[in-house]
């Protein structure tokens, strides 16, 4: 690889050239009961007039009067019309909401590996581990002064990571509470942290523009200086640019030689993180050499907000203006884009799907095919924006801003 610089084209989105169909966001309240309405709009196209009606419900089924076939089947409302041009429109409701014990803000939420805990960072400096057979709050953990901006499990299930405004990052134990380490290096809050392999070293990234590396059993910095350069057009000092998200993967391509790494590394060789900048970049880095491998353009004039791993080459990153790229890292080019219904706030994706949040609470579901609309559109949440996204075997839990968790299944979407 070359440090190079590659401006993505931005083509035409051709979801957003497709018809659009947005539902009450607790339409599966009303088809439970068998009885009651609600809304639902139609755009067959792009400027075209907003079509909305009403979808009355009874025991005999759904009835609208709009120009449209509406369905339920197992959680899955479906909507078909002359003026969708043959497109399919699925919408699905959680399975389960779970009690809003924390009644704070939900920020980040991640679960353990076993699936029975989650762990949710929040406004306020709260952190808490909850369990999800209860369900009940099974710890608070406290230290964190601010919003608790990302947390996430080891592989273990028994330890948990955070970082939040208070521009430290904290090893927790699930067992006891306790904070075993607090990291400090940061001069700007902590947005997001990944893991390598284990868990013995990882990465942070930061509003101060820096990725850092870290050794967890010694809790100090092994490399500090892997921020972005800052924008040579802007007169100094120019602002740092804010690292949103960063997710570690191995490198498409061999990496130039570095020198030795640090003793307390594990895991680095080979390896490269992928950084989504606030400049609206997304950018390559080596961790050994802690060099920019490869720094493209894919959101000019927004922000790229999240990040995730697709495939073994490939991410896909959701950016604020709402546009949602498939990058090869390999090939350095742009495989394919969609859209979500607004700025991305929430991205992860599995072998066969990826799964976007927005800030309209929303969660639109991709395949991994050519096919750029959503396949899928998770409802549940009300305007308020999805802050979280865990996918697990067969289930889809989110976490929102209105303090609720929502458990989805999802095993009987297809990959298109």
Not at 314 to 329: H, K, T
Not at 338 to 355: C, I, M, P, R, Y
Request: aromatic share 4%; proline share 6%; net charge negative.
């Amino acid at each position: 690889w070359e440090a190079v610089s590659i401006c993505a084209k931005q083509e035409k989105m051709t979801s957003a050239e497709k018809p659009s169909v947005i539902v009450q966001h607790d339409w599966d309240i009303d088809v439970r009961a068998q009885t009651g309405k609600f809304w639902l709009s139609i755009r067959p196209q792009p400027g075209a007039p907003t079509k909305h009606g009403t979808v009355v419900v009874s025991p005999e089924g759904l009835r609208t009067d709009l120009n449209a076939a509406v369905k339920h089947d197992a959680g899955v409302l479906t909507v078909t019309s002359e003026d969708l041009h043959g497109h399919v429109f699925e919408f699905q409701s959680p399975e389960h909401s779970y009690p809003k014990v924390l009644k704070r803000k939900l920020l980040s939420m991640d679960i353990s590996p076993s699936g029975a805990l989650g762990v949710c960072a929040a406004d306020q400096g709260q952190l808490s581990v909850l369990n999800f057979e209860t369900p009940t709050l099974n710890r608070v953990l406290s230290g964190h002064v601010g919003d608790v901006n990302t947390c996430r499990f080891f592989p273990s299930g028994e330890v948990v990571l955070s970082g939040g405004s208070d521009l430290t990052l904290r090893i927790w134990s699930v067992a006891d509470g306790s904070c075993a380490r607090t990291l400090k290096g940061h001069a700007g809050g902590v947005l997001g942290t990944a893991l390598i392999g284990r868990g013995r070293n990882f990465l942070s990234c930061s509003r101060d523009g820096s990725v850092r590396l870290w050794d967890c059993a010694s809790a100090t910095c092994i490399r500090g200086a892997l921020a972005p350069a800052p924008d040579p057009a802007l007169p100094p000092p120019a602002p740092a640019v804010t690292v949103n998200d960063i997710v570690v993967l191995a490198a498409p391509a061999p990496l130039p030689a570095a020198a030795a790494p640090d003793e307390r590394e594990a895991g680095t060789e080979g390896m490269c993180a992928v950084a989504a900048c606030a400049d609206g970049h997304l950018r390559v880095i080596d961790l050994r050499s802690a060099a920019t491998a490869h720094d493209a353009t894919i959101a000019p004039g927004a922000e790229v907000h999240k990040v995730a791993v697709a495939s073994e080459h490939v991410v896909v990153a959701g950016c604020s203006n709402a546009s949602v790229v498939w990058w090869d890292l390999r090939a350095n080019r742009m495989l394919r884009t969609g859209a979500a219904t607004a700025s991305v706030s929430s991205l992860t994706a599995n072998t066969t799907h990826v799964f976007v949040g927005d800030e309209e609470g929303q969660v639109r579901v991709f395949g991994a095919g050519e096919e750029r609309a959503a396949i899928r559109t998770l409802t549940g949440a009300d305007i308020d924006p999805i802050s979280g996204l865990h996918v697990g075997a067969g289930v889809v839990h989110t976490a929102c801003r209105d303090a609720a968790i929502r458990r989805y299944r999802w095993f009987e979407l297809t990959a298109k």
